[in-house]
T-cell receptor, first 116, second 109 residues
């Protein structure tokens, strides 16, 4: 099956610093990538949808200037958490959808961010 | 509004069968997904239904009734490793996934 990788798998950073998370589709082209956040014991929450070559669409309540998303190629999207705060500590998961509107979504393994 | 409902938690015995239900109300329908998520890990794909009926994959089966806005995931011959959260998600008319809150399945020996 298709594989989506994320890097890093876990990261600890200090308050006020920025962290970049990479999401790659390894064996398929993903025109659309999704970024989710999951707090403990809660469901996945969609943060934003990014389409290759265009600006990301953010869900209500998600600060676009704080969570910078870049989808520069068909196999790579990045999420940068800027000026991180402890409340940003969470599990961040990306997923990639194969080209075509009804392509299946494949999830990355997730990145656990801890802000101290 | 859009809504996905599934039980918060279920308990079953090793070797038994369990059925996890999901009801949905969404703006449009382009398929229903079931995912399994172990604690601390990302969800993994289990099944996709877009037509009414039962899809069987080994020990797992998924059923869909579009007219009733209803689906279930059936797990047979339960194993301890099946202890996980099971997420129901519906793809709406904009091809976005609407997620349920997940059902935590506890398997007892």
């Amino acid at each position: 099956g298709a594989v989506v990788s994320q890097h890093p798998s876990w990261v600890i950073c200090k308050s006020g610093t920025s962290v970049k998370i990479e999401c790659r589709s390894l064996d398929f082209q993903a025109t659309t990538m999704f970024w989710y956040r999951q707090f403990p014991k809660q469901s996945l929450m969609l943060m934003a949808t990014s389409n290759e070559g265009s600006k990301a669409t953010y869900e209500q309540g998600v600060e676009k200037d704080k969570f910078l998303i870049n989808h520069a190629s068909l196999t790579l999207s990045t999420l940068t958490v800027t000026s991180a705060h402890p409340e940003d500590s969470s599990f961040y998961i990306c997923s990639a959808r194969e080209s075509g509107d009804n392509g299946e979504q494949y999830f990355g393994p997730g990145t656990r961010l801890t802000v101290t | 509004g859009q809504n996905i409902d599934q039980p918060t938690e279920m308990t079953a015995t090793e070797g038994a069968i369990v059925q996890i239900n999901c009801t949905y109300q969404t703006s449009g329908f382009n398929g229903l997904f079931w995912y399994q998520q172990h604690a601390g890990e990302a969800p993994t794909f289990l099944s996709y239904n877009v037509l009414d009926g039962l899809e069987e994959k080994g020990r797992f089966s998924s059923f869909l009734s579009r007219s009733k806005g209803y689906s279930y995931l059936l797990l047979k011959e339960l194993q301890m490793k099946d202890s996980a959260s099971y997420l129901c998600a519906v793809m709406d008319s904009n091809y976005q996934l609407i997620w349920g809150a997940g059902t935590k399945l506890i398997i007892k020996p």
